[in-house]
């Protein structure tokens, strides 16, 4: 590429390809802060792909409703949103999913499989800070319960949520009773 198409993003990197997975290396994750998802949608121009991994995090919530377009446009019909939520910051996240049409958007563009799961770094805590810790757990897995009943309520029929996720199905403190009424 010349450095005037680089200056001007005046390039693809494929005229044609077919993906199946598209993940972001969550070592350097890609941001989706200003106008990179649109950078990111013109430099895929030509590809598809069937299945996507997002990172919700709380930085990038604020963008989730922008994401349906873009993973339409690539033919997308799989879904994995891997929860990153800081313990103490799941206002942002929990936001970005109640005030947005992003779930209704998925269901309404094809989407046939939606995965969740859920990562929390684990720092090292002294006494005090356990039992924050553990109140804070409590909230994150209030966040994923959360986005169960959205998806439900959303039209999602086929939702998976991985092992490691911190909303248990087989828990009933966790909101079994109320998932089970929504299916």
């Given at each position: 590429?010349?450095?005037?198409?680089?200056?001007?993003?005046?390039?693809?990197?494929?005229?044609?390809?077919?993906?199946?997975l598209l993940?972001?290396d969550?070592d350097s994750?890609?941001s989706?802060?200003?106008?990179s998802?649109e950078?990111?949608q013109?430099?895929?121009?030509?590809?598809?792909?069937?299945k996507a991994?997002?990172?919700v995090d709380?930085?990038?919530?604020?963008?989730?409703?922008k994401?349906p377009r873009?993973?339409q446009s690539?033919?997308v019909?799989r879904?994995?949103l891997?929860?990153?939520?800081?313990?103490e910051?799941?206002?942002p996240?929990k936001?970005?999913?109640?005030?947005?049409?992003?779930?209704?958007?998925?269901v309404?563009?094809?989407?046939t499989?939606?995965?969740?799961?859920?990562?929390?770094?684990e720092?090292?805590f002294?006494?005090?800070?356990?039992?924050?810790?553990k109140?804070?757990?409590l909230?994150?897995?209030?966040?994923?319960?959360e986005?169960?009943?959205?998806?439900v309520?959303a039209?999602?029929k086929?939702?998976?949520?991985k092992?490691?996720s911190?909303?248990?199905?087989d828990?009933?403190d966790?909101?079994?009773?109320?998932?089970?009424?929504?299916?």
């Open positions: 590429f010349t450095e005037e198409q680089i200056a001007k993003k005046d390039f693809h990197l494929f005229e044609s390809a077919k993906i199946g993940a972001i969550k994750p890609f989706l802060a200003g106008g998802l950078w990111l013109h430099i895929l121009t030509g590809c598809s792909f069937t991994t997002l990172i709380n930085a990038s919530a604020r963008q989730l409703p994401v873009f993973l690539f033919g019909t879904v994995h891997r929860m990153q939520v800081e313990y910051r799941t206002a996240v936001n970005a999913f109640h005030d947005s049409d992003f779930l209704t958007d998925l309404n563009m094809g989407i499989e939606l995965v969740v799961s859920s990562h929390y770094p720092p090292k002294n006494r005090y800070q356990l039992l924050k810790k109140r804070m757990d909230e994150n897995e209030g966040v994923t319960g986005l169960l009943e959205a998806m309520r039209g999602n086929r939702i998976l949520v092992p490691q911190t909303f248990d199905l828990d009933a966790n909101g079994k009773g109320r998932i089970n009424a929504l299916l």
